[in-house]
């Protein structure tokens, strides 16, 4: 009966430490970081310009809801449901016109084979005064605590000679995305590796122990005859 409840709590112990550590080398949510450029994007009037943001691992988005706003911007005091509008709003694979705002239609594009990357990046044609100021590109279902990012967008006067080049992002961002990945992937070959040193080591030392405790069970009844055998002698 003991050796029953020894194997058993043995497995259980097993068992235990293989969901620890599957449990511990699983990704937390918060891992994904939307990130945007932390630099004033520049652009001259009349210029395209690019304001630069995505997700960090790179991931799929496209099934996701992507929302650029400008958070400045105050809710229209004549809508009972106070609703704001949107620079770009992105919704079921497609651009959703029903809250832009209106001086942006036709105005703003993401990237469709970039989404597929993770890159959000928001390009706006035709770049007026008004659209000065703070951005916030937003994916409100992404399983992170860090779902938005803040991008400044400084619009100066063309000059006559010169002409602003179309800002991209840095591709800077791309190599830490790699690097990011390639990290990931080294984490996770590191817990299955000692995943299986450990589940080896426990199963062996469970073994040894079943082995030992059959091997004490044998040696019982032979210690009893002999020191029957003994008794009987004297």
Known sequence: ????????????????????????????????????SPETIVAALGDDTILPCHVEPQIDVTGLTVEWSKPDLKPDPNDRLRRVEYVHLYRDAREDLDMK????????ELFADGLTRGNISLKITNVTFEDEGRYQCFIPKLKSHFKSSIIYLY????????????????????IDINEVCAGEVLITAVCVSALLTILTAVVFA???????????IKREPVKGA???????RF
């Not at 705002?101 to 703003?108: D, F, G, L």
Request: charged fraction near 25%; glycine fraction near 4%; proline fraction near 6%.
């Open 206 to 216: 469970v073994y040894w122990r079943h082995k030992l405790q059959k091997q004490e």
């Open 1 to 36: 009966m003991d050796l029953e409840l020894n194997h058993s709590f043995s497995l259980y112990s097993v068992t235990l430490v293989v969901l620890l550590l599957i449990f511990s080398c699983t990704p937390a949510e918060g891992n994904f970081r939307v990130i945007g």
């Open 155 to 174: 619009v100066e006067p063309k000059s006559v000679t010169t002409e602003t080049p179309l800002q991209t992002p840095d591709p800077k961002e791309k």
């Open 226 to 232: 002999l020191l029957k055998g003994h008794v009987e």
């Open 101 to 108: 705002i209106a001086e942006y239609v036709k105005r703003t």
